[in-house]
């Protein structure tokens, strides 16, 4: 089956993202603030664009036309979809406004962004135990992505010995979109109201 075009343009800017953050990284680590400060006002540019085209293919699987329960699934994926679209623009305003005063929050709070934004990607590999399709788990669905924020819960303590508050601050708003998923992934309210958005959407639906 073809990959439409804007499919890619999408994995480009996902990577690209990824790049972008590694690179800011690697400017820090070398105290080029420099370079770092140009290469952020691009990376808020680069993202907007990256999450408007996330949206995009996000509403594009849950209009175009599906067999049961092919359809169903798609439902239960949007809500992964909602909350990363919800919570990355809401880590990005807190990392940025943790600027210039608060640098450590800043780093914290764009790990979180970089992370949960390859959230619902973790879906589509199905060599994971649990992940099977359309069979997929939401227990499965949702416990993956979290094993990534270990990694930073690790390296607050044992650099201070404890939870950094702002690292406190991104897992509870994680958890609460959890909850949110959990709930939506099997609740009826949420099929319904996937469906009605879905036949809203369709009959001037741009995409395919």
Not at 92 to 113: G, I, Q, V, W
Not at 162 to 175: D, E, K, P
Request: proline residues 6%; glycine residues 6%.
């Amino acid at each position: 089956m073809e990959i439409p075009l804007y499919v890619h343009a999408h994995a480009v800017l996902m990577m690209g993202w990824l790049s972008i953050f590694l690179t800011q990284a690697l400017f820090i680590a070398s105290g080029k603030q420099h370079w770092h400060r140009v290469l952020g006002r691009i990376g808020i540019v680069w993202l907007t664009i990256a999450l408007a085209t996330m949206a995009m293919l996000s509403l594009n699987n849950l209009v175009k036309p599906v067999p049961p329960p092919v359809d169903v699934f798609l439902g239960k994926l949007f809500s992964l979809q909602v909350s990363a679209l919800v919570l990355g623009p809401v880590f990005l305003f807190l990392a940025l406004r943790s600027l210039p005063d608060k640098s450590d929050h800043h780093r914290r709070y764009m790990t979180l962004l970089t992370l949960f934004l390859v959230e619902a990607a973790t879906v589509r590999m199905g060599w994971l135990p649990g992940v099977n399709g359309l069979d997929t788990s939401v227990f499965a669905a949702l416990l993956y992505p979290s094993f990534m924020l270990l990694l930073l819960i690790a390296l607050d303590v044992k650099v201070l010995g404890r939870l950094h508050s702002a690292t406190v601050t991104g897992l509870v708003l994680i958890f609460l979109s959890k909850l949110f998923c959990f709930w939506a992934w099997q609740s009826p309210f949420w099929q319904a109201a996937t469906s009605s958005l879905e036949t809203f959407l369709r009959p001037n639906w741009p995409l395919s």
